[in-house]
């Protein structure tokens, strides 16, 4: 069974770190990009980054470039969100998300999603 | 960045009805379009991409349709599974965008 489970998620004060984690199974996981989408309360989801299969290409929405890095470990089966000088718009549930390419590419899509981890940006 | 704006926001149903949702792309988007169902606490599920192609597992009461940058979501029978909210994609360009959600409720 095709499988996403993220973990990592906390309570973190203003400028404050958290690394987010996922880890896959079920699939060949070097062979697809992944990405993070998150949902803020009350809002909808929103896209935060994508990596290429092999680690090698990466895209970040506006809000979060220079802050987040996107990586994955491959021998893991583990995508990686590594969030810093966090605000408190960050605060939200995030997603990883398995697309269904190798690469971001034109018309491509996510077919496997997971329950996602909180993240609480307080003082 | 390609907006997508969804209409309605929210709908009430009942069981049994017919529902369409619709999403429009700020500029076209060819048919580079997705659908997803959401419920709080659970993963998003896919249920159409490339605008009308019905994700493998899905029941056949969805379907989609539209390019350019008019889109569709219909939902024939709307069954107690079925409330959520849905979502619109654009997969046009490298960064990904989602129309608002549209709640649909009894």
């Known amino acids: 069974e095709v499988q996403l489970l993220e973990s990592g998620g906390g309570l973190v004060q203003p400028g404050g770190s958290l690394r987010l984690s996922c880890a896959a199974s079920g699939f060949t996981f070097s062979s697809y990009a992944m990405s993070w989408v998150r949902q803020a309360p009350g809002k909808g989801l929103e896209w935060v980054s994508v990596t290429s299969g092999s680690g090698a290409a990466t895209y970040y929405a506006d809000s979060v470039r220079g802050r987040f890095t996107i990586s994955r470990d491959n021998s893991k089966n583990t995508l990686y969100l590594q969030m810093n000088s966090l605000r408190g718009e960050d605060t939200a549930v995030y997603h990883c998300?398995?697309?269904?390419?190798?690469?971001?590419?034109?018309?491509?899509?996510?077919?496997?999603w997971g329950q996602g981890t909180t993240v609480t940006v307080s003082s | 960045d390609i907006q997508l704006t969804q209409s309605p926001s929210s709908l009430s149903a009942s069981v049994g009805d017919r529902v369409t949702i619709t999403c429009r792309a700020s500029?076209?988007?060819?048919?580079?379009l997705n659908w997803y169902h959401h419920k709080p606490g659970k993963a998003p599920k896919l249920l159409i991409y490339?605008?009308?192609s019905l994700q493998s597992g899905v029941p056949s009461r969805f379907s989609g349709s539209g390019s350019g940058t008019d889109f569709t979501l219909t939902i024939s029978s709307l069954q107690p599974e079925d409330f959520a909210t849905y979502y619109c994609?654009?997969?046009?360009?490298?960064?990904?965008?989602f129309g608002q959600g549209t709640k649909v409720e009894i």
């Open positions: 500029q076209s988007i060819s048919s580079y």
């Open positions: 490339a605008a009308s």
């Open positions: 994609q654009q997969s046009y360009s490298t960064s990904w965008t």
């Open positions: 998300a398995k697309d269904v390419k190798a690469l971001r590419v034109r018309g491509a899509w996510a077919d496997v």
